[in-house]
Structure formats: C-alpha cells, structure tokens
C-alpha cells in the first residue's frame, strides 16, 4: 500500500489530500486544476479513500484574465472534478469547517492518517515577482494550518517550490523584512505540536526522467521518526535500474506518433532548425545570435531555456506549463517541434490512459503543475514505513570504516536533514 501526492497549480490554487492506497486508485482520483482545494481522508480504521473538491473563491483571477476566461476556467475546472471524483461537495474553503469534512466522511477527529497538500506555489515561487505570505493567495496557508489544527491527521505533508525556502515575509508596505516565510510556516506546526522535517527534494532521483526541485515538510502529530525520502536513483551506478531515467527511457516510442501538440511560431523555428540534439542558444551561429535572442541578448544569467533541443540521452528539464515559451523552450530532441501532450504525460508519470480535458493549453498546464508519481510515491513509502516502524534495520553497532561514514552521511543527506540542492558537492 502507498500514498501519492497529488499536484500543485502555480496558478494560485492547492490541493489537500489524505490518503494511503494503491496506485491503480491513484490514477483514477488525482487531477490538477486551477485555483482549486482538494481536500480528503484516509480512515485507518475503515481503510477507505474520502475526499472532497472545493474552489478558492478568495483567489481572484490575474489582472490579464478576462472575466470571460475566467469563469470558462471555473467550469473547466468542474468537468475535471466530474469526471476523476465522485465525492465532492463545493464550496470555498474559507468557510468550510473541518467538522463537515469529517462529518462527511463518518470520522472522528484525530482518525486521519494523512493531510497533503500544498498552498499557492505563486507567492514563493522564484520564477516571477514573490509577494510571500501577505499576499492573499498565501492567506491558504493559513486555511491548511486550521484543517490540521482541527483534524489532527496522525501526519501532514506539504508540498511546494523550493523558493519557499528563501522567500521573505512583507511588511503591510509590500517591502521584504528579516523574517522568512518558511519561519512563519514552522513556528505555526510547531505551535500545532507537530514535529517536522523538510527539504529540497529533485524528481530525478526517485526515477522521474526529469530534473524537478520541490519543497517538501512532513509533520508527526506522535513524535515518530519521520524522515524524507532517501534517493533511489543515482547519476552513476553500476546497475541500469537505479541510473537516473531518461527521455529515451521514456518517450523514445512517441516520437511519430505525438498526438495533441503546440507549434512554434514560424520565426522561432526558423532557429530551432539550427540547434543539435541537447544545444540551445549558444549553438547557434554567433552571426545570428542576436537576432534569435532580440532583446534577451543583452540580459544577464544564463538564458539555458532559449532556443533549447532537449537530448534523449539525458533527463528532462523541469517540465514547465507551455513548451513554447521563448525562455524555457522544450524542442523535441529530433524532431522540428515541442513536446506534445502526451509526452509530457509520460515525462510526469501519468499513465497512457489518463484523460486530460479542456484546451490545449489547459492539458499542458493541468500536466506542467503536476507532481510527478515517483517522488510522491518515494514520500508515501517513507510515511508507510515510519507508520509501520520498519523503515530502519536495527544493528548492535554502525562499523567506523570510512566507506560505513560515506553511506550513513548519504543516508542523512537523503532523509532527516535539510539539503542544500544548490551545493552539488553534497551528492558526490
């Protein structure tokens, strides 16, 4: 038995999420929409799934959408419930108390084995403006905060972008203080007398074929041993199994057949014609440089994602919500195209037959927000083995030699401490 996450939208909204069960049933519940609260129960006693959808009607629609697009997205949003969930009352969860989700699931407080979810990835997000916890859409926290307060799930586990871990808190002003968010976030569990751990965990080593750093906390309500993932996946190891997978791993058979796809605009792929298999940018002759970049030419950083041919031979970047983006393209590695759909999907981990609705655009943002199944699988399989209290194998004592030192520091840089994923040293 083993629990899976579900995804988190950069968009505004976040999903909460208790449960413990097969994958076959993971596959036919977890969905990502936009600006939404899913919310659920594992019962240990009763061992079945509860959960339920709501909208976040507090999170108001970007100053760009028009009203029109907007509520399209609302009823986009409510045939994906539709058609992946059965049990779903609606509502805004500002004002859904957590004794009607009990309610609706035949609990008692304290009963659940699980909370997941993660609040609006937007305010902490490094990629764009970060407006930290004052920003309304961070005001969900809170809301996460109060269903475990009141809930008292046995464990918690929160999801997110790794900028949360340096996004600093605002002042009424919107100007950044001393304070950081993550401070805020752990001073509330350990208020709730949680005890946590949390990290930076990379999708690739827990046999995702793609580079993807995510924030991950999980919270003890009974002081157990919880610990975070140790990797399962490796950049060099001597069985094929355990290597780090790759785009050949697992698109190699699409690449013909690639169904539902965007298009590059005809100028963009005037250049993109030009980039070998794993080149961007920077491989294109220095005469035209310029005139491919425009003004992006002159802007700092390293500009990676400009012009960009992905390589079978290696793990995909982090699959972002739309492949044709001028600065985090996601070009074929052979073929004059982005990624489609459904390659996408095999990056993430969806199965073949999961069904994505809506517009192009929403398919590739519903797979783009997603969390892949391998890392959540990898985290569900720590809490299962904290919860079963199996997950170490007892020794009279640990041998001192310096190759036993080398695994126990790799054990502790995968599990209980905090990793800097910006220090690759760390790894080797």
């Not at 999961?354 to 985290?379: C, E, H, M, S």
């Not at 020794?395 to 502790?412: F, L, N, P």
Request: hydrophobic content about 35%; proline content about 7%.
């Amino acid at each position: 038995m083993f629990l899976f996450s579900a995804a988190v939208s950069i968009c505004g909204g976040f999903f909460v999420f208790i449960e413990h069960f097969p994958l076959s049933t993971f596959h036919q519940i977890c969905y990502n929409t936009y600006d939404t609260f899913l919310a659920g129960v594992y019962c240990e006693r009763h061992s079945k799934i509860y959960f339920s959808f709501f909208r976040c009607d507090g999170v108001r629609p970007r100053p760009t959408a028009s009203r029109y697009r907007y509520s399209n997205r609302t009823r986009f949003q409510h045939r994906m419930c539709k058609y992946h969930a059965s049990k779903r009352p609606l509502g805004d969860i500002c004002k859904i108390e957590p004794e009607e989700l009990l309610s609706a699931a035949g609990l008692t407080f304290g009963e659940p084995f699980l909370i997941c979810g993660g609040p609006p990835c937007q305010p902490f997000s490094t990629a764009g403006k970060r407006l930290g916890i004052n920003d309304p859409r961070g005001s969900l926290f809170r809301e996460y905060v109060r269903m475990i307060d009141v809930i008292r799930p046995r464990f918690f586990i929160m999801e997110n972008v790794k900028g949360l871990m340096s996004s600093p808190l605002k002042d009424e002003n919107g100007k950044n203080t001393d304070g950081k968010v993550l401070d805020i976030i752990l001073e509330e569990f350990s208020r709730l007398n949680y005890k946590t751990v949390y990290g930076v965990l990379d999708s690739v080593n827990y046999g995702v074929p793609q580079f993807r750093e995510r924030f991950v906390m999980i919270g003890s309500r009974d002081n157990e041993d919880i610990f975070l993932p140790i990797p399962t996946h490796f950049q060099m190891h001597q069985d094929p199994s355990y290597r780090w997978a790759t785009l050949n791993d697992c698109i190699k058979d699409l690449e013909d057949f690639p169904g539902d796809c965007a298009d590059f605009s005809p100028a963009r792929l005037k250049f993109l014609k030009m980039i070998p298999e794993g080149g961007n940018w920077r491989s294109l002759p220095p005469e035209i440089r310029k005139e491919a970049m425009g003004g992006a030419y002159e802007s700092g950083g390293g500009k990676v994602g400009f012009y960009r041919r992905l390589s079978y031979s290696q793990p995909s970047p982090t699959v972002v919500t739309s492949p044709i983006q001028k600065a985090t393209m996601m070009c074929h590695p052979t073929k004059d195209r982005p990624l489609s759909v459904a390659e996408y999907a095999r990056i993430q981990q969806f199965p073949d037959d999961w069904k994505f609705t809506g517009t192009l655009i929403d398919k590739y943002r519903q797979i783009g927000n997603a969390v892949p199944v391998g890392l959540a699988k990898a985290i569900g399989q720590a809490l299962v083995a904290t919860a079963e209290n199996n997950a170490i194998i007892q020794v009279k004592r640990i041998r001192g030699t310096a190759i036993h030192e080398k695994i126990q520091e790799a054990i502790r840089l995968g599990g209980n401490a905090y990793v800097d994923t910006d220090s690759p040293e760390q790894f080797l």
